[in-house]
């Protein structure tokens, strides 16, 4: 009883048999009625007096009522008949499409993500079929981009690696001095590394709502300021102009500084990365209502509308971005951001007019309640 075809087989005889009761039902009270009706127009219609020609009719009526009866109940049987029938159809053409997403579903769940689900004409199951279709097509691109991220993490982990390696040979071997400037190499190394480990940890921990925060009230033009200017180096070096208008201030928010300077740090390494030489980085910090506004806008390659769905994700980067000289991210610094922002009751979004036109990212922050208006 719990199979949603013995269901709908049931639905059609229970419908039909329904209709058949309330068929004899209602046939049963004016049969005879209008039966009595048509003898008395067919002998002339006029009065009768008590009794009159009720003994004649009598037998005559039965018979009529009798056979009223068995062509009701032969109808009954044959219209259940023909609703079980049409049921089991109509169960048929349902089950069979549910069937078949059943399947893809089984095969998407182990892992065979390029399953697609034949589209049927019905548009409740079409809907459904489509949203499988995607939901398998999404995950193959999220299983691509892990496997990518696994892929570059191997090749970020194996330089540092081998330049530690080379240098410890070395001065096992006695080909390289045990100097400052060799440590300084294998120091630059291993930081290296941890920063690797650092922003992997940070991901999961953000993923996972784990995110530890150091609240205190804190001038986020201050914050800002003081994790874009360390960037400006960096800047420089990419041939690349930094322009920062955090201001005008106090904007005070009970905030985490150094996760917000991070936020800060992955935004503008990301505007380095997306711009080519010649370009400009520009980071501002605005109050919009009871919320700051910290955004950093680059005149780099931009993004295009399917990016601005999915630059957030994890693993993600965009296309044309891996193109440019100066990208070297693992695709997890805005996942990064995004999940710090939210842990402070914020939000972190994107705009862009199209490829070649900039990006912007902007971190909304909630004021502190003084401070808001």
């Given at each position: 009883?719990?199979?949603?075809?013995?269901?709908?087989?049931?639905?059609?005889?229970?419908?039909?048999?329904?209709?058949?009761?309330?068929?004899?039902?209602?046939?049963?009270?004016?049969?005879?009625?209008?039966?009595?009706?048509?003898?008395?127009?067919?002998?002339?219609?006029?009065?009768?007096?008590?009794?009159q020609g009720m003994g004649q009719n009598a037998g005559l009526r039965e018979q009529f009522a009798t056979a009223v009866d068995q062509a009701l109940l032969i109808g009954a049987l044959v219209g259940a008949a023909v609703a079980a029938i049409f049921g089991i159809l109509a169960a048929w053409r349902l089950i069979r499409p549910l069937g078949r997403l059943r399947s893809a579903t089984r095969r998407i769940a182990e892992g065979d993500y390029d399953t697609t689900v034949v589209v049927p004409k019905e548009a409740e199951l079409a809907d459904l079929a489509n949203d499988v279709n995607s939901?398998?097509?999404?995950?193959?691109?999220?299983?691509?981009?892990?496997?990518?991220?696994?892929?570059?993490?191997?090749?970020?982990?194996?330089?540092?690696?081998?330049?530690?390696?080379?240098?410890?040979?070395?001065?096992?071997?006695?080909?390289l001095p045990t100097d400052t400037e060799s440590l300084g190499h294998v120091g630059e190394e291993s930081r290296r590394l941890r920063r690797l480990a650092d922003d992997l940890s940070a991901l999961s921990?953000?993923?996972?709502?784990?995110?530890?925060?150091?609240?205190?009230?804190?001038?986020?033009?201050q914050v800002v300021t003081a994790a874009a200017e360390r960037l400006r180096p960096q800047v420089q070096d990419a041939g690349l102009t930094l322009r920062v208008a955090a201001g005008p201030g106090p904007f005070m928010v009970d905030a985490d500084a150094d996760r917000i300077g991070q936020v800060v740090t992955n935004l503008v390494g990301n505007a380095i990365r997306a711009t080519p030489s010649g370009g400009t980085v520009t980071v501002t910090c605005v109050q919009s209502g009871s919320w700051v506004d910290v955004a950093v806008a680059d005149t780099g390659v931009g993004l295009a509308p399917s990016d601005l769905k999915q630059v957030f994700e994890r693993f993600y980067r965009v296309r044309e971005r891996t193109n440019t000289a100066n990208d070297s991210g693992t695709g997890i610094g805005l996942t990064i951001s995004r999940g710090i922002v939210r842990a402070h009751g914020g939000d972190v979004t994107a705009a862009s007019e199209g490829l070649g036109t900039g990006a912007t990212f902007t971190a909304r922050l909630p004021l502190a309640a003084a401070f808001s208006t």
């Open positions: 009883m719990n199979r949603l075809s013995v269901r709908l087989v049931l639905s059609h005889v229970l419908v039909a048999v329904l209709g058949a009761l309330a068929t004899f039902f209602i046939v049963r009270q004016l049969a005879p009625a209008l039966f009595d009706e048509t003898l008395r127009r067919a002998q002339g219609g006029g009065p009768r007096g008590p009794g939901l398998g097509r999404t995950l193959a691109e999220t299983e691509a981009r892990r496997l990518r991220l696994l892929g570059e993490v191997a090749h970020e982990m194996r330089t540092p690696l081998t330049v530690i390696d080379g240098y410890v040979e070395g001065m096992i071997d006695q080909v921990r953000a993923e996972e709502g784990r995110l530890q925060l150091a609240t205190q009230r804190v001038d986020i033009t």
